[in-house]
């Protein structure tokens, strides 16, 4: 059965590309990844071609290959907002050495710059190597980390609610600009926090703007079925994924949290090309400058009509409520993605109806 709302499309935008040799592409635009034009072409071809929701990846360490170093995800979110108008911006920001206050705020602000639009993925920074950059604290192993996330979205969350949607009430008579009584402190104390608010920034225009939380161990899938409006998986199948999607809305509905609310989103490494014989010879091209290992996620080489298919084969198999396409090389796939990916049938599951007269014709 198919689902009941439409099937939404996103894109992680990353670098040159998901893949580490795709700087290497002549059209990869490497020389220009650290200047807004890059970024705001590759937000504006993205809202082009229909999808709803770009992710934008960001951590305190250098990648691990390929081209290296990023600009900050938030502030490119900022810089695209006022090129797009519909598309959601969905920067990641880790919080192992983010204090909370200062995520509600960056969140918040990004949400009046998006007028809605913003959303926020929860990141956490392992490794003695990010600790050691910051010198606070030691290395910390995977279910602290975790944790410290879990306490870090409370906090998000309860600043983003401390002040009521009318508290600001700009009364010149009286020359009150706030109505003090709708500001509330949050109190929060837990192991990693302790936090008394209000926050400096009134309440984003959505309250509480989308947490997006990839589930990709025991303990971000215990963070995310808790508080991720988005949870991210991997899956090598299709069938895997509506297993995995499955496993993940019981698993919110026991923590007592409604699974209609909640996205499972499927990540797919992509890459397109005007045949399928040129999509293999590209990516052996890539693999030939820099061979990589599987990663365990779905992966689609072929072109923009089997992309397409895969789309709605995904939908009509309830493979998840979304997908998240990593294009392994981004300024190719931006260029070859058709216009818009999927129209309004599409989108709702509703098949392509044939032609009356073809029929008749036989």
């Not at 709605?312 to 058709?338: H, K, M, N, S, T």
């Amino acid at each position: 059965m198919p689902h009941a709302h439409p099937l939404l499309l996103a894109v992680e935008l990353t670098g040159t590309g998901a893949h580490p040799a795709s700087w290497r592409r002549a059209d990869s635009r490497a020389e220009e990844l650290f200047t807004a034009g890059y970024w705001v072409d590759a937000a504006v071809a993205a809202e082009r071609a229909g999808l709803d929701l770009a992710f934008l990846p960001d951590s305190f360490a250098l990648q691990s290959g390929g081209a290296r170093g990023r600009l900050e995800a938030a502030g490119i979110a900022a810089r695209v907002a006022p090129a797009t108008s519909r598309l959601g911006l969905i920067p990641q920001v880790p919080v192992t050495h983010t204090e909370p206050f200062h995520v509600s705020k960056a969140i918040a602000s990004l949400d009046y710059a998006t007028l809605g639009r913003a959303g926020w993925e929860v990141t956490v920074s392992p490794g003695e190597g990010q600790a050691r950059l910051f010198g606070r604290k030691p290395e910390q192993a995977a279910d602290s980390l975790w944790h410290e996330a879990d306490e870090a979205i409370q906090v998000v969350s309860r600043l983003w609610d401390s002040w009521e949607d009318d508290a600001e009430i700009r009364d010149t008579e009286s020359g009150r600009f706030i109505d003090r009584d709708k500001l509330h402190y949050i109190d929060f104390a837990g192991d990693n926090f302790s936090v008394k608010g209000p926050a400096i920034t009134p309440r984003p225009p959505q309250g509480q703007p989308l947490v997006a939380v990839r589930a990709d161990g025991p303990h971000a899938t215990r963070v995310a079925v808790r508080h991720g409006d988005l949870i991210r998986i991997s899956a090598p199948d299709l069938a895997a994924a509506a297993a995995a999607r499955t496993v993940l809305r019981s698993a919110a509905a026991a923590a007592g949290r409604d699974p209609r609310h909640i996205r499972v989103l499927l990540d797919i490494d992509v890459h397109i090309a005007d045949s399928a014989a040129d999509a293999a010879a590209e990516l052996a091209q890539l693999e030939g400058w820099t061979a990589t290992e599987a990663t365990g996620s779905l992966r689609h080489v072929g072109t923009a009509g089997s992309l397409r298919d895969l789309v709605g084969e995904a939908q009509q198999e309830c493979a998840a409520d979304g997908l998240v396409l990593r294009p392994l090389a981004l300024a190719a796939f931006l260029a070859r993605i058709p216009d818009p990916l999927l129209g309004l049938r599409g989108r709702l599951g509703l098949p392509q109806p044939l032609n009356r007269y073809a029929i008749d014709r036989g």
